[in-house]
């Protein structure tokens, strides 16, 4: 199970920290992902971090803004979000497979396991 929380209205130029908890005792063997997906829009891919946690991905739109990192012993990743603009809003999902491929990481149907989403709102 993957729990999302952190969400919340923020102004343009702020800073949010979503988390996602992941309950098992193999976590570190899942690589993690952050998706959003705007009002009436697709899910895209925001963020990954590989299984071994020395690799990261981010989506062109967030590079340099968004940091994803893992600490392996609380089960849990995170999203820190820097300069968020309007554009970031969104509901945001973390996701977790097991036997994901490196060039699969951005597509949201390699990923068995979703946690229930958390809404961004930036705005002033």
């Known amino acids: 199970q993957l729990q999302a929380s952190g969400g919340g209205l923020v102004q343009p130029g702020g800073s949010l920290r979503l988390s996602c908890a992941a309950s098992g005792r193999t976590f570190s063997s899942y690589t993690m992902a952050w998706f959003r997906q705007a009002p009436g829009k697709e899910r895209d891919f925001v963020a990954a971090?590989?299984?071994?946690?020395?690799?990261?991905h981010y989506a062109d739109s967030v590079k340099g803004r968004f940091t994803i990192s893992r600490d392996n012993a609380k089960n849990t990743i995170y999203l820190q979000m820097n300069s968020l603009k309007p554009e970031d809003t969104a509901v945001y999902y973390c996701a977790a497979d097991r036997s994901i491929i490196y060039s699969s990481i951005p597509s949201d149907n390699a990923y068995a396991y979703w946690g229930q989403g958390t809404l961004v709102t930036v705005s002033s």
């Open positions: 971090v590989f299984r071994s946690g020395g690799s990261r």
